[in-house]
């Protein structure tokens, strides 16, 4: 692997050093670093912030995400720190069984406070060489035909082949890019807090309990060392929400809501989100792309934010490799847009559909209760539970086999597990035949032959993403998928 350090000469003009530079150092930020690192890609990932905030919105991992983690061997990182949940509820807080059947090997979720996210894939892209440059605002983005010249606040200028917006919902990149954000402003807004409190957890358990029969946007559930986690609906929708809610303002609105303050004191952090729900019009632009809550905010019923970011990451980072190395087929980089875009867009309408279910007015009331009872067959639960953690993903690649498009659940190999071989990020062949062969992309694509009793098709050809290119036994259909996906043949 290529040495990722800083160089003489880094902020050199018309040097490319730099392959990619990554705006924003979130969790999303540094996924798509660690996947454009695993193909030797020189990054630089820019975050404004000189230290994490350690605020936790984000709670934690969806099965397609732990999926992934498993697939560049993070997994064991993550449940190292983790605790595993299998409890319904994901959507609209509707609480049902976790259903049966799951199209995974990997049918649960990750309880990780967002900072430990962070903190783990942070750890994972210095040890893949990452450069990560903290206190360093990107201001200005001047694009031509051969890179990107990306303005920082300090007044100097860097040079790269490609920028990638991972700056949040806010996005510098995205408002300098000029790409339209439709959708709807948010409506209500939430106050988010750490803190501690003198009441006794007996008392605030049943408080909670009560506030929650007819508010579902107010609770305080204990975090460990004796603090609390808790929500509230704000009194109004701020101009600002990045200004915190002063401590006072937080204790008046859990007064307004339930008639105690429960004592609190001693806040970590205070923050509010709103329930702002929009989409970036195009995930490119040039050699420019969005990636994580620059392209889509939504409100965080479900929890899936950063999951669908991570996921955007996973999918847009070995494409942005292929071109900076060179062998990407043409669309290929376009075909992010084409993925992503509408399933960010479900997701939204999802959220969408959550908000409309969690409403406290009567119509509200009456479809969350026939949406309940429709839940208790266990063929939508499974349909909602999939939707919500990702692994019913399939994208459009055309007509074909049924596991086309759909990313491959881990499946047994006569020798190890499938996950285990796909941690270098590189194509895979499946090959149960014996008669296949990948000459001509074995620099870009690994081609294993063995066998699986969980696996109904002769061979299977797997994007880095772990999404099904080709599945079947012809040599001319797979040179078709090889060459659609991973270019031409090479020697
Ligand atoms: C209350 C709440 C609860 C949530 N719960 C969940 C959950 O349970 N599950 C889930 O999946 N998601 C959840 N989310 C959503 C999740 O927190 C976000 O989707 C996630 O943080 C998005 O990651 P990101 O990397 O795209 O953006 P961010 O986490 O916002 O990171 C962007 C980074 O870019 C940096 N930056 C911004 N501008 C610049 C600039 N100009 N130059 C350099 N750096 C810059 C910022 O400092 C920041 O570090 C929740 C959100 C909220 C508000």
């Not at 040495?3 to 969790?27: A, T």
């Not at 930020?29 to 990932?45: F, S």
């Not at 996973?314 to 290929?332: I, Q, T, Y």
Request: charged residues 25%.
């Amino acid at each position: 692997m290529r040495d990722n350090r800083p160089k003489d000469g880094f902020v050199e003009w018309g040097m490319f050093v730099i392959d990619v530079i990554v705006v924003g150092g979130g969790p999303v930020g540094l996924m798509l670093a660690g996947e454009l690192r695993l193909h030797d890609v020189h990054v630089l990932v820019l975050e404004k912030l000189a230290e994490p905030t350690g605020q936790s919105r984000g709670q934690g991992l969806h099965a397609r995400s732990v999926e992934m983690m498993d697939q560049r061997g993070l997994l064991d990182r993550f449940r190292a720190v983790s605790e595993e949940y299998r409890v319904g509820g994901l959507f609209g807080g509707i609480m049902k069984p976790w259903p049966d059947g799951l199209d995974t090997a990997h049918p649960y979720g990750l309880a990780t406070p967002q900072p430990v996210t962070e903190r783990l894939f942070n750890e994972w892209v210095r040890e893949l060489g990452t450069e990560i440059r903290r206190g360093c605002e990107v201001v200005g983005l001047d694009q031509d035909g051969d890179g990107v010249t990306v303005g920082l606040a300090d007044g100097t200028h860097l040079r790269s082949r490609y920028v990638v917006g991972c700056d949040g919902g806010r996005s510098t990149v995205r408002r300098l890019l000029g790409v339209g954000f439709p959708g709807e402003p948010a409506k209500v807004e939430t106050l988010l807090g750490e803190m501690h409190l003198t009441e006794d957890p007996a008392t605030v358990a049943a408080v909670v309990e009560e506030v929650r029969k007819t508010q579902l946007r107010f609770g305080a559930a204990p975090v460990g060392d004796g603090a609390y986690r808790l929500v509230v609906p704000a009194e109004g929708v701020s101009e600002d929400r990045t200004l915190p809610p002063t401590l006072e303002e937080f204790k008046q609105q859990l007064r307004a809501f339930s008639g105690t303050d429960f004592g609190a004191h001693s806040p970590r952090w205070l923050s509010r989100f709103g329930d702002a729900t929009r989409q970036a019009e195009r995930y490119r632009v040039g050699r420019v792309l969005l990636a994580g809550d620059a392209a889509h905010i939504h409100p965080p019923t479900g929890g899936q934010g950063l999951n669908l970011g991570i996921q955007d990451a996973f999918n847009l980072g070995w494409k942005l490799a292929a071109e900076v190395r060179g062998w990407a087929p043409e669309d290929l980089l376009d075909s992010y847009h084409a993925e992503r875009h509408p399933v960010g867009a479900a997701v939204l309408d999802n959220t969408r559909a959550q908000i409309a279910l969690l409403g406290t007015d009567p119509g509200a009331t009456a479809l969350r209760g026939l949406f309940s009872k429709l839940m208790d067959f266990e063929e939508v639960n499974r349909y909602v539970t999939e939707m919500i953690t990702a692994v019913g993903v399939r994208y459009d690649f055309g007509e074909g086999h049924e596991l086309l498009g759909r990313r491959l659940r881990d499946v047994k190999l006569k020798q190890g597990r499938l996950y285990e071989l796909m941690r270098g990020g590189r194509g895979l062949l499946l090959d149960q035949t014996g008669r296949l062969s990948v000459e001509g992309w074995s620099d870009r694509v690994d081609h294993v032959v063995d066998t699986s009793e969980e696996l109904d098709v002769p061979a299977v050809l797997l994007r880095p993403d772990g999404h099904v290119a080709w599945a079947g036994e012809g040599r001319r259909e797979l040179l078709d998928g090889l060459c659609r996906w991973f270019g031409a043949a090479t020697g």
